[in-house]
């Protein structure tokens, strides 16, 4: 069995919501980017913190999990937000644009049903900031069926910290896989 999959999340887990000045916590540094879609003059304030790097390149090189960007950012997450934080090139999940006014359409987050049909029954343990009781619902039945699935929700108003990172590790280590090829990072992305 493969490692499970880590899903990583951007918005409110790398990049924590801003404070009421429009501000970032003191441990993230600011960036302009300009995501797929916008121009060099128009481009996107973000703060990520520098530390996120290297805890996540230790996380990815013990082998006890395969990452993959789950986030709205898309493609960008790899070409923009990982260089970033000094990451290698990830896969991601190819996630649609839904024209929402919310992140729960019904009564979930908007991304699982995607990411369900994605992920088949691999391991996966998940982090992102925006998980609803309906999510954890459908991780403990997921996982009653066999295909474990762990959630991880930092505050999205701090971001992922490195006990984050720690749960995923014990999570990871329970379960019985191979490790997958280390110190680099060798993904087989799936294509949805």
């Not at 951007?10 to 429009?22: R, S, T």
């Not at 990451?87 to 996630?95: G, I, K, S, T």
């Not at 699935?149 to 990172?165: F, I, K, M, N, R």
Request: proline fraction near 11%.
């Amino acid at each position: 069995m493969r490692p499970p999959y880590l899903l990583l999340d951007i918005d409110g887990v790398l990049i924590p919501f801003p404070d009421a000045e429009g501000a970032g916590p003191e441990t993230h540094t600011r960036h302009d980017v300009v995501p797929t879609g916008r121009t060099a003059d128009n481009p996107v304030t973000i703060w990520l913190n520098p530390a996120h790097g290297p805890l996540l390149m230790h996380v990815i090189r013990t082998g006890l999990v395969t990452p993959v960007w789950c986030t709205s950012w898309r493609q960008d997450a790899t070409t923009l937000i990982g260089p970033l934080l000094g990451l290698p090139p990830l896969p991601h999940v190819e996630l649609p644009r839904p024209q929402i006014t919310t992140s729960h359409p019904n009564g979930y987050l908007w991304k699982r049903d995607h990411l369900d049909a994605w992920l088949g029954d691999a391991p996966a343990i998940w982090i992102d900031d925006d998980f609803a009781n309906l999510d954890h619902e459908w991780a403990r039945e997921r996982t009653a069926r066999g295909h474990v699935t762990a959630l991880v929700q930092p505050d999205p108003h701090v971001g992922l910290l490195a006990e984050h990172l720690v749960e995923v590790l014990a999570r990871a280590a329970l379960l019985p896989v191979a490790r997958a090829d280390a110190p680099g990072v060798s993904c087989e992305a799936r294509v949805a």
